[in-house]
């Protein structure tokens, strides 16, 4: 092999690599969708009957030990079959999580008509997001320190506009979380299909978080509007 191959040898093996993880990419996005399309409907049937049922708030502190539970469950189990069940679980608990608040809003004057709105928006925000990173094929790697310092300061800010009972900082958590949650769905989407998240488990559970707090935030905007 003369000294003039090798480059164009290395560019091939180059290439070569980046098809494979191309198409590796493609397959976890493919199994990835799959999974967060029958999470979502299965956190939807919960959340309905919650609704039917009336259950009441399980309240802050069994809801987060719960949910960090069943998030360490699955991040421990990611890599087996078990994996799939644990994100049926947390995906069912939160949907059980979601059901009081929707009906506390389906309450309000014009509450169905909130909560229809909320659903729209998420749903349009998701897809032209996904659509976007899949079209355009950016690389949205950059944005990882930003997201997860914004969204530790914002779930702080969080609990503190609970604890002490402060509406404009709860008003303004909401706002920061449906900017912080559709740079999530931009940063994980592109993290999909560039290679840098093989597990398709570990995708769909960070979409769906992403889809779970844009559709609350934009419950409570959306709300707050309204009662406006």
Not at 52 to 72: D, K
Not at 81 to 109: C, D, N
Not at 116 to 125: R, S, Y
Not at 130 to 140: E, M, N, Q, T
């Amino acid at each position: 092999m003369s000294f003039l191959d090798r480059p164009l040898n290395r560019d091939a093996q180059t290439v070569a690599y980046s098809d494979s993880r191309s198409i590796a990419g493609h397959k976890v996005l493919r199994n990835t969708y799959m999974l967060l399309s029958m999470t979502l409907l299965f956190s939807a049937i919960t959340a309905g009957l919650s609704v039917a049922y009336s259950l009441p708030s399980m309240g802050i502190i069994v809801t987060l030990v719960a949910y960090f539970g069943l998030l360490f469950l699955t991040t421990k189990l990611r890599n087996s079959a078990w994996g799939i069940l644990s994100v049926f679980a947390l995906t069912g608990f939160m949907g059980l999580t979601l059901g009081p608040i929707i009906t506390r809003y389906l309450g309000m004057p014009g509450g169905s008509g909130i909560v229809m709105n909320a659903m729209g928006l998420t749903a349009v925000i998701f897809m032209g997001l996904s659509a976007y990173v899949l079209v355009s094929k950016r690389d949205f790697s950059f944005m990882g320190g930003f997201l997860a310092i914004g969204a530790l300061v914002a779930f702080t800010a969080g609990l503190g506009a609970i604890f002490f009972e402060i509406p404009a900082l709860s008003l303004a958590v909401s706002a920061a979380f449906v900017l912080l949650m559709s740079g999530m769905i931009l940063f994980e989407t592109s993290n999909i299909i560039h290679g840098g998240e093989t597990n398709y488990i570990m995708a769909t559970v960070s979409l769906y978080i992403s889809i779970f707090n844009l559709f609350t935030s934009l419950l409570h905007l959306l709300g707050f509007v309204d009662k406006e």
